[in-house]
């Protein structure tokens, strides 16, 4: 079992933050709360442009998005396997790079 189930993900892509952040909430089936969080059945998200961002680097830490993400107390095998799909979702048209305690579960 895992203790800590945060996670941040990396994003990389040419799309805008508002239209990341509106297909981010549709794929989670979320609700938007304040500016940059959505809260869905499974997970709390929030999604921020990078304050180091560099176009074009291939050092993740520079991508445009970074999205923090937390579990909404459910089992943590439906939260792992949620977020497995997340990222499916986002690495067909961008790039992703997830950073947890538990990536090797990810693959």
């Known amino acids: 079992m ?3 189930l945060y996670g941040k993900i990396f994003v990389d892509t040419p799309t805008e933050y508002d239209y990341f952040f ?3 909430r549709n ?3 979320g609700h938007k709360q304040a500016v940059s969080f ?3 059945d499974w997970c ?3 999604i921020r442009r990078n304050k180091e961002y560099i176009p074009e680097s291939p050092d993740f830490l520079y991508w445009k998005f970074i999205i923090d993400i937390e579990n909404k107390n459910v089992p943590e095998n439906v939260y ?3 977020i497995r799909q997340f990222i499916y ?3 067909k048209n961008n790039s992703v790079v997830c950073a947890c305690d538990f990536e090797e579960r990810l693959i």
């Open 2 to 4: 895992t203790e800590n």
């Open 22 to 24: 509106e297909c981010v």
């Open 27 to 29: 794929f989670v089936n």
């Open 38 to 40: 959505i809260i869905s």
């Open 44 to 46: 709390y998200m929030s």
């Open 80 to 82: 792992i396997n949620n």
């Open 89 to 91: 979702f986002l690495k």
